[in-house]
């Protein structure tokens, strides 16, 4: 998408929510045509209210969030898994870049950004200062707030998923698997677009 809408004024910068700085760069030496930045103590994540990935916000040349935070895929490699339509995303983005169409006013896009409860906001304090307490080798103490963070907010999947690789475990793993399971057996709680939200055998959750 970067390569097809640049010349329309489109600049897709992505954020690795991650800790692993050469996990980062094996992953972006697949997409050198983007801007990739590192989010280690989730400050693009909390602004702009990512609680699930991938996803995506859109922000115009003014500054302004005219779509908020939404599950995105960038092809359907994972749509068997995800239960995601890339294609319509996709569309919505090339109407919106080259031709200023929005299917969202401003009082819809406050509407739907996510506003943080107490437990989430301690969450993300704790996930920050176990990322802190990692960094000066206290690999317990990070654990003991990871835990702390992972109770607090049970479905956020940024700092459930994004705290496995500080407790030495496998984001791809038997326990992603669990946290896959997890989010099902609560409805799949995440952001409330869904575009291109596939939902097989199951209604789509209000």
């Not at 702009?48 to 908020?68: C, F, H, K, L, S």
């Not at 995800?82 to 819809?108: I, P």
Request: charged letters at 25%; proline letters at 6%; glycine letters at 8%.
């Amino acid at each position: 998408m970067q390569e097809e809408l640049a010349g329309h004024g489109l600049t897709i910068i992505a954020v690795a929510i991650d800790s692993d700085l050469e996990a980062v760069k094996e992953w972006a030496a697949h997409a050198p045509e983007l801007t990739i930045v590192i989010d280690r103590d989730f400050t693009v994540a909390e602004q702009y209210g990512i609680v699930n990935v991938p996803a995506t916000v859109w922000i115009d040349e003014t500054g302004r969030i005219v779509r908020p935070a939404d599950t995105a895929m960038a092809d359907d490699r994972f749509r068997e898994f995800a239960h995601v339509d890339s294609s319509v995303h996709h569309g919505q983005l090339r109407a919106w870049v080259n031709d200023g169409v929005l299917d969202l006013d401003e009082a819809a896009v406050a509407d739907l950004m996510e506003r943080p409860s107490p437990e989430l906001q301690q969450a993300r304090l704790h996930r920050r200062i176990a990322v802190a307490l990692h960094d000066r080798g206290d690999v317990d103490g990070a654990r003991e707030h990871l835990a702390t963070a992972a109770e607090l907010a049970p479905h956020d999947w940024v700092i459930r998923r994004g705290s496995l690789p500080m407790n030495d475990v496998d984001p791809f793993g038997a326990q992603f698997l669990d946290l896959v399971g997890v989010c099902l057996e609560a409805g799949s709680p995440g952001y409330r677009l869904a575009t291109g939200r596939e939902y097989p055998g199951d209604p789509k959750p209000a």
